[in-house]
């Protein structure tokens, strides 16, 4: 079965750091490119980062550059965001999402059930 | 960064209706526009990749139109399914970006 699994999330003080994961099977990860997309509470979907099938390339949204950082291991089937300097804003439940990308331009087809971060003090 | 709207916020509408929901950028995309379904608490899905191929599993009631700025999702016959949000999404340039959603809710 094609899968992503989230796990990490939690409630976590203004200024904390937390690493989410996402674990992949069912199809080939080590040559599928990655993005992790996020959702405020009652708020529309926002793309907050994506990195290449080898991990070369990496691409944020202003929104958590300088404090999130995006990794993947393609030996363990997994996917990293390693958020620090949380804010109050950056509460959502977050989704990692495989990417399609060609001549038709990027989706994303695959998607995880999501981790809820809560940031509060 | 590319600026995502759609139209309407919000749709009621009864079972057979068929809905059309409007997307537009603020730059050309050619055709690289994708829609999704979110229903709540779940993930979304894609509905639709390249403006208009249908996503693989995807009923054919669903069918996706436009380039350019302009993107139409249509829904030719609403099933109780059906009822949900559904998103735009531009893959043509970082950082992608969504459409605020279209919530579909029952008449």
């Known amino acids: 079965e094609v899968q992503l699994v989230e796990s990490g999330g939690g409630l976590v003080q203004p200024g904390g750091s937390l690493r989410l994961s996402c674990a992949a099977s069912?199809?080939?990860?080590?040559?599928?490119?990655m993005s992790w997309v996020r959702q405020a509470p009652g708020k529309g979907l926002e793309w907050i980062s994506y990195?290449?099938?080898?991990?070369?390339?990496?691409k944020y949204a202003d929104s958590v550059t300088g404090r999130f950082t995006i990794s993947r291991d393609n030996a363990k089937n997994s996917l990293y965001l390693q958020m620090d300097t949380l804010r109050a804003e950056d509460a959502a439940v977050y989704y990692c999402?495989?990417?399609?990308?060609?001549?038709?331009?990027?989706?994303?087809?695959?998607w995880g059930q999501g981790t809820l971060v809560t940031v509060s003090s | 960064d590319i600026q995502m709207t759609q139209s309407p916020s919000s749709v009621s509408a009864s079972v057979g209706d068929r809905v059309t929901i409007t997307c537009r950028a603020s730059?050309?995309?050619?055709?690289?526009l994708a829609w999704y379904q979110q229903k709540p608490g779940k993930a979304p899905k894609l509905l639709i990749y390249?403006?208009?191929i249908l996503q693989r599993g995807v009923p054919s009631r669903f069918s996706g139109s436009g380039s350019g700025t302009d993107f139409t999702l249509t829904i030719s016959s609403l099933q109780p399914e059906d009822f949900a949000t559904y998103y735009c999404?531009?893959?043509?340039?970082?950082?992608?970006?969504f459409g605020p959603g279209t919530k579909v809710d029952i008449k």
């Open positions: 390249g403006a208009s």
């Open positions: 069912g199809f080939t990860f080590s040559t599928s490119e």
């Open positions: 990195i290449s099938s080898g991990g070369s390339s990496k």
């Open positions: 999402a495989r990417e399609i990308s060609g001549t038709m331009g990027d989706a994303f087809d695959i």
């Open positions: 999404q531009q893959g043509n340039s970082f950082p992608f970006t």
């Open positions: 730059q050309g995309l050619s055709s690289w």
